[in-house]
């Protein structure tokens, strides 16, 4: 159960990263490009998993939330919680 909440934990803060970094990754540094690999190796495939399931949600013209990040974060957040 550790184990599990340790990876939680890990996805939640690369969640973060993620969703303040993927509309700038052509400006992101030399140095921080292969973590952010990384981050998104790992996110990609679980984002895209859940996008068939839920699609974005606009909020205004132009302007939409990707719900599949969200549904993740809840996720994680109760993973956390048990």
């Known amino acids: 159960m ?17 969703s303040k970094l993927h509309a700038y990754e052509a400006r992101i540094l030399p140095k921080y490009k292969k ?19 839920f699609k974005p949600h606009q909020v205004g013209n132009g302007i939409s939330i990707d719900t599949t990040q969200f549904v993740l974060l809840i996720l994680l957040l109760l993973i956390l919680m048990a």
């Open 35 to 53: 973590g952010f690999g990384y981050i998104t190796s790992v996110l990609k495939p679980i984002l895209n998993a859940f996008s068939q399931f």
């Open 2 to 18: 550790v184990f599990l909440k340790l990876c939680a934990f890990l996805l939640v803060i690369s969640l973060f990263i993620f």
